[in-house]
């Protein structure tokens, strides 16, 4: 099993970015996904879900509006858009299989002028 996130940078406060998650080794679209993020100093924080068919779909309040998850099962690859990024966005992101031990290396986000 792998996840591998990609699309990670340094961005300015207002930009945008697409973090990539491509999943490899299971039944990638039988399996609910979720993008996590640990900020330096701080706990893990669950930023967005999606189930399998991608019909349900979650986002933390701190990032409602300006973060949009998908996922392409056909390519086994999960998505995070990110718009207007702001200072504390500023963390490591994963993206994760809920229920599993599955969970990528992480790709960081930093957000700074």
């Known amino acids: 099993v792998q996840l591998v996130e990609s699309g990670g940078g340094l961005v300015q406060p207002g930009g945008s970015l697409r973090l990539s998650c491509t999943a490899s080794?299971?039944?990638?679209?039988?399996?609910?996904m979720n993008w996590v993020r640990q900020a330096p100093g701080k706990g893990l924080e669950q930023v967005s879900s999606?189930?399998?068919?991608?019909?349900?779909?979650t986002y933390a309040d701190s990032v409602k509006g300006r973060f949009t998850i998908s996922r392409d099962n056909a390519k086994s690859t999960l998505y995070l858009q990110m718009n207007n990024l702001k200072l504390e966005d500023t963390a490591r992101y994963y993206c994760?299989?809920?229920?599993?031990?599955?969970w990528g290396q992480g790709t960081q986000v930093t957000v700074a002028s």
């Open positions: 080794g299971f039944a990638f679209g039988s399996y609910a």
């Open positions: 999606i189930d399998s068919s991608g019909s349900r779909i």
């Open positions: 994760a299989t809920p229920g599993t031990n599955y």
